[in-house]
């Protein structure tokens, strides 16, 4: 079945950056995109970005555009995402979801960034 | 870009009762929306996909209409496990937006 195991929980400061991964099992990895969505304590849902691995295409959200960072590693059924100049609205959960008929239909668990001096 | 607005911002519903989402975008987004469910501490799950077609394993009490720029996600019959945050979701352009979602509560 499908499965996405992502990084664990992670601390910056300010202006630092953060790479996140989101390691995939049972299914063919070039096939599906894959997104990030990421959600503030107690705030509702933000998508940041979609890749696709095989193509190595991209779409960014406007908000996050020139921040962040998708990149695949076919070698390692892996996805990342690198968000850098980190402030402390940066502090989330971030989850990688695997698309189905170009919706989220398979998510990880998630992946706590918190942001603090 | 796309915005979208969910209303009401919380429902107050007793188990049993039909409870009516609605979602609607800033300029049409032809019927690529999709709806997610999601509760505390949980990864949100995608119930609704394309306006009206129900994911794989969602159960018949939950249907989805419309299309352009006014969306509903209807849940015919409030069952415990429902009350929970409810999120839209388009794609205009192959860029997604969510929309801030509406909490169905236990009234």
């Known amino acids: 079945q499908v499965h996405l195991m992502q990084s664990g929980t992670e601390v910056k400061k300010p202006g630092a950056s953060v790479k996140l991964s989101c390691e995939t099992s049972?299914?063919?990895?070039?096939?599906?995109?894959m997104h990030w969505v990421r959600q503030a304590p107690g705030q509702g849902l933000e998508w940041m970005g979609w890749i696709d691995p095989g193509s190595g295409s991209r779409k960014y959200s406007d908000k996050f555009h020139g921040r962040v960072t998708l990149t695949s590693d076919t070698s390692a059924s892996t996805v990342y995402m690198e968000l850098s100049s980190l402030r402390s609205e940066d502090t989330a959960v971030y989850y990688c979801a695997r698309g189905i008929i170009q919706w989220l239909g398979y998510w990880g668990q998630g992946t706590l960034v918190t942001v603090s001096s | 870009e796309v915005v979208l607005t969910q209303s009401p911002a919380t429902l107050s519903l007793s188990p049993g009762e039909r409870a009516t989402l609605s979602c609607r975008a800033s300029q049409s987004v032809d019927t690529y929306i999709a709806w997610y469910q999601q509760k505390p501490g949980q990864a949100p799950r995608l119930l609704i996909y394309d306006a009206s077609n129900r994911a794989t394993g969602i159960p018949a009490r939950f249907s989805g209409s419309g299309s352009g720029t006014d969306f509903t996600l209807t849940i015919s019959s409030l069952e415990p496990e429902d009350f929970a945050v409810y999120y839209c979701?388009?794609?205009?352009?192959?860029?997604?937006?969510f929309g801030p979602g509406t909490r169905v509560d236990i009234e």
């Open positions: 049972g299914y063919t990895f070039t096939t599906y995109t």
């Open positions: 979701q388009q794609r205009h352009n192959w860029l997604f937006a």
